[in-house]
């Protein structure tokens, strides 16, 4: 089995700030970076090792390393495996001291993990603004998730005063570096002007490169600029193709604008049973659409029971509501 590192990001509560009048229905929730790759080719044997899943080699591989050569990616390796209980007994301390001496050689991930857990309070002392220290230097030596975490902080606004400018300069540096969570943040700030000029067509080019890359909240944000030529050429039929992938992907707004969509027929041919379908989906998503209600309740009775079976079907996990 392929597994990542651990780059667990902020969880994103202050992203709320940025959902603003958005059409998402919850704030983002944390997600996890992209899997790095191995910090040095001497540590490869250890890595590959992690990756299988088999912890014990990759400890005892990296142990060599560190003996060896005092080799900083072993020792972020060897962090990663204590804090996780991957092969040992979990040991928050031995992971932070691990990761204390890979960041003292200057291990970019290590800075970042160690950052993570004085922002967690997980192993050492809770400490947002030595997070913040730390975030700040791994995302100048290259790291895109200690960036957007160290915007997210400067749009929290509890280690240094709320500063939407600086933030948008972090999101700038992890969306540079094609880290999703970041282009969309960043495309919600320049689509509601904040801490940089309002700018829908950079807003509009931001979330396309995330949603190229299956960030699912940002092909909901591109697909409604689509479908309203919001800094971008209006096209109703390429919307309604990233809606019915977000949905599939049981994204709730996804599945309520789908469901619009197919009732009004636009960009789709229109399909009221279909429709009904992703509505009842996106209602039990906490999602609610009265005028929703309304068209599923005149609809034939045949056709609002298959509707409901669509409907439960998906939720069994089996087909799509789709004709």
Known sequence: MNRPLRTILLAAVALSLLAGNTVQAQAPRAKA???AAPAAP???AAYAAFQRGEYLTAFAEATKRVEAASDPAAMTLLGELYINGLGVKIDLARAAEWYRLAMARGNREAIFALGVMCLQGKGVARDRKEAARLFAIASDRGHASAAYNLAVLYIEGEAFPQDYATAARFFRVAAERDLTDGQHALALLYKD??????????????????????HVPAKVEFAIALFNGDGIQKDEA???ALFRQAALHGDAVAQNRLARILAAGRGVARNPVEAGAWHILARGNSVPDPWLDQLLSELPEADR?????RAQAWREGHAAPRT
Do not use: I, S
């Open 42 to 44: 001497v540590v490869d």
């Open 238 to 240: 390429r919307a309604a």
């Open 305 to 309: 029971v298959a509707a409901e079976k």
């Open 33 to 35: 970076a992209q899997p």
């Open 193 to 214: 002007g904040r801490g940089v000029d309002k700018n829908p067509a950079e807003a509009a080019r931001l979330l396309g490169r995330a949603a190229q890359l299956g």
